[in-house]
């Protein structure tokens, strides 16, 4: 399986400002997606990061609050704009290595967003 | 619309006693179905998977159990272990949906020394 980092692991942020997430991985992957995960709820998908063009949103997900890059095989960031304590969740990133591992995805640490 | 649910939030075992964690889906078209355990400040780890085409799959202690007329599974731990204590979650993708997965809320497992 990939090695997946996340940076930063945690931050408390004021509201109406914006976070920046990076999501690492050590190997060329074709997939990576970016999950979150509110207090006692499930993971829910907000994107697939999609590596030369624009991401794909899940419903209720939208690119002018969770904008995303992915200029590589192994990078992408998440950005949580203009935030609200709303936003306070564990994010994290995830990666699909390719054909051979079926659907299986592999995650990172996450990255636990507090918003006062 | 929840399509994957665990409806038991929590489940306690002694150590040494099987685990059945219940998972339960309501859209035919998943086909393949995961397992991922989470402890507190870490990402899920994948633990283990199973195909529409089989039954059961086994993997050391953990075995995963699909019933698919009843669109059930579970996941059993023999023997449970103090360190099985986390949080697991299901989810279940359709092959070729460019791999999304849909999780269940999660179970919480303690194993009791």
Known sequence: SAVISQKPSRDICQRGT?????????SQVTMMFWYRQQPGQSLTLI???NQGSEATY????????????RPNLTFSTLTVSNMSPEDSSIYLCSVHP????QETQYFGPGTRLLVL | DQQVKQNSPS???QEGRISILN??????????????KKYPAEGPTFLISISSIKDKNEDGRFTVFLNKSAKHLSLHI??????DSAVYFCAAS????????TFGKGITLSVRP
């Open chain 2, 11 to 13: 489940l306690s075992v």
């Open chain 1, 58 to 69: 899940e419903s209720g997900f939208v690119i002018d609050k969770f904008p995303i890059s």
């Open chain 1, 18 to 26: 914006s976070l920046t997430i990076q999501c690492q991985v050590d």
């Open chain 2, 23 to 36: 998972c339960d889906y309501t859209n035919s078209m998943f086909d393949y179905f995961l397992w991922y």
């Open chain 2, 94 to 101: 359709i092959t070729g949906a460019n791999s999304k997965l």
């Open chain 2, 78 to 83: 023999v023997p449970s272990q103090p360190g």
């Open chain 1, 47 to 49: 994107a697939t990061a």
């Open chain 1, 98 to 101: 390719g054909s051979w591992a």
